[in-house]
């Protein structure tokens, strides 16, 4: 079995197919639509005005989105069929997003991406990076974050958000019949 790195994920990412990245447009899957895009837009509030880092923005969707509702939006992505779609419909609509290719594992340079950013968003990546503890050392400095991944993040993940974070993380209450 191979040991999964961070190099082999991106690496699994930047294959993507391009079909497969146009089935997710304009607003992403089916439970990002449904189920996460609601929460993640309710936890950022108004957006209008502020900057806004999209850590592991994926192929641009939730970016674009962003800047639609009035959001300076930076997008970091590591892997390269994502960032070149991402930039390919930004060059298409024009939204004023920056799109950035880099390691998300790594430690990121703030002041470089054109921050301190009023929020941060990252939605399905912390599972995804194998050395996720340098992704909350990029978003914790920032005002307002909103994390979320489509299954119960790891507990040392939500830990280490509540620990280091002026906003703590809270599991987001999944569909389904009310617990007695």
Request: glycine share 8%; hydrophobic share 45%.
């Amino acid at each position: 079995m191979t040991q999964w790195t961070n190099e082999s994920a991106i690496e699994q990412w930047g294959t993507m197919p391009r079909a497969a990245l146009d089935a997710m447009e304009p607003h992403g899957d089916f439970v990002k639509r449904h189920l996460l895009n609601p929460v993640m837009l309710r936890l950022l509030g108004d957006v209008r005005g502020r900057r806004v880092l999209d850590a592991g923005c994926g192929q641009g969707y939730f970016s674009r989105m962003l800047a639609e509702r009035g959001a300076e939006v930076t997008g970091v992505e590591p892997a390269e069929a994502l960032i070149a779609y991402s930039r390919d419909k930004e060059a298409e609509h024009h939204q004023g997003i920056r799109y950035l290719q880099a390691d998300l594992s790594k430690p990121l340079d703030l002041a470089a991406l054109g921050g301190p950013f009023d929020a941060v968003v990252s939605s399905n990546v912390l599972p995804a990076v194998p050395g996720w503890k340098a992704v909350l050392a990029a978003v914790t400095p920032a005002g307002r974050q909103a994390l979320a991944d489509e299954i119960q993040a790891p507990r040392e993940i939500v830990q280490a958000v509540e620990r280091d974070s002026a906003v703590a993380a809270r599991p987001v209450p999944r569909p389904g019949p009310a617990r007695a």
